[in-house]
Nanobody
Framework: QLQLVESGGGLVQPGGFLRLSCVASGSSLGHYVVGWFRRAPGKQREGVALINNVDGTTHYADSVKGRFTISNAGNMVFLQMNSLKPEDTAAYYC????????????????????????WGQGTQVTVSS
């Protein structure tokens, strides 16, 4: 069924930019919410941004607001990352979950719905001089 593959990671200097891509195959993303997550060494996984493909609404972590932008086009979801900081260094993952989960209520924020969702393998982003 649905499969996700990330790409676009790499080494960039502080203040630089990268665009990550998440390509979906096997199913349309039309009824999914797609999120970008990151995990840095020694830290918990953090939700970065998500987009609801049903209505186009987005949500961002406070740490990336004003610097990162999530967007979608066809079977792809992008994360444009500008003004990168060393603390952005992490493995970045995209994930998808049925948008109906957002209607359940009683969850701890929109990023929490992805626990049992579909995940890609990740792409490494390193921000260093």
């Amino acid at each position: 069924q649905l499969q996700l593959v990330e790409s676009g990671g790499g080494l960039v200097q502080p203040g630089g930019f990268l665009r990550l891509s998440c390509v979906a195959s096997g199913s349309s993303l039309g009824h999914y919410v797609v999120g970008w997550f990151r995990r840095a060494p020694g830290k918990q996984r953090e939700g970065v941004a998500l987009i609801n493909n049903v209505d186009g609404t987005t949500h961002y972590a406070d740490s990336v607001k004003g610097r990162f932008t999530i967007s979608n086009a066809g079977n792809m979801v992008f994360l444009q990352m500008n003004s990168l900081k060393p603390e952005d260094t992490a493995a970045y993952y995209c994930a998808a979950e049925d948008a109906g989960f957002l209607d359940r209520g009683g969850y701890d924020g929109p990023f929490s719905i992805f626990e049992g969702g579909i995940w890609g393998q990740g792409t490494q982003v390193t921000v260093s001089s």
